[in-house]
């Protein structure tokens, strides 16, 4: 069975700061990775995902992940935060065209 | 190209009625998942399904709930008899089943039970 761990439930941070989303998984199959951003009320958008290749993963908004197998992770990074970017954010996995695990989600908060 | 469509995008039941949630995929694609999301958690899968035919139904409640995606038409997700425990927003996502694992999500179906 297939699992996803988001360590931090919530992250303050202020504009133009660094940030880091943690999220680890477990799986016994090689799996793809993904992280999705969900702001108040509206569906999720993709924001990057890792399927084989480079394990540094570079997606929209200025963000990028990178997958480590050995420590089973799939951190979220962005070197400067702005207040836009304040939402909740999924890391996910899945097998092939196989359904998606998420995590809990870690609300992003940005203060100016 | 239009994205996933869902509707209604709020619904209202009270106890004991029917709930029908409708999902129209990206054009092109021909798989199609269900999401719920409670209040304060993160989306649990529900079922799986392509054109006639469901794949994956193993996050389904065994009860009131069933899922079809015809070969017209948009998927429906039903939920009979729905109890305010079923109130939550519920996702769709579609993919075009290459093997990529890409899925696009809906805006979703705010569903509340009073």
């Known amino acids: 069975a297939q699992s996803v761990t988001q360590l931090d439930s919530q992250v303050p941070v202020f504009e133009e700061a660094p940030v880091e989303l943690r999220c680890n998984y477990s799986?016994?199959?090689?799996?793809?990775l993904f992280w999705y951003v969900q702001y108040p009320n509206q569906g999720l958008q993709l924001l990057l995902k890792y399927l084989s290749g480079s394990t540094l993963v570079k997606g929209i908004n200025g963000f990028e992940a990178e997958f480590n197998k050995s420590q089973t992770s799939f951190h979220l990074r962005k070197p400067s935060v702005h207040i836009s970017d304040t939402a909740e954010y999924f890391c996910a996995v899945s097998s092939n065209t196989d359904k998606l695990i998420f995590g809990t989600g870690t609300r992003l908060q940005v203060f100016p | 190209n239009a994205g996933v469509m869902q509707n209604p995008r709020h619904l209202v039941r009270r106890r004991g009625q029917e709930a029908r949630l409708r999902c129209s995929p990206m054009?092109?694609?021909?798989?199609v998942y269900w999401y719920r999301q409670l209040p304060e958690e993160g989306l649990k899968f529900m079922v799986y399904?392509?054109?006639?035919?469901?794949?994956?139904e193993s996050g389904m409640p065994k009860e009131r709930f069933s899922a079809e995606f015809p070969k017209e038409g948009p998927s429906i997700l039903r939920i009979q008899q729905v109890v305010r425990g079923d109130s939550a927003a519920y996702f769709c996502?579609?993919?075009?089943?290459?093997?990529?694992?890409?899925?696009?999500f809906g805006p979703g179906t705010r569903l509340t039970v009073t």
């Open positions: 996502a579609s993919s075009p089943g290459t093997g990529s694992s890409e899925q696009y």
């Open positions: 399904l392509q054109k006639e035919n469901i794949i994956d």
């Open positions: 054009k092109g694609h021909s798989h």
């Open positions: 799986s016994s199959v090689s799996v793809y």
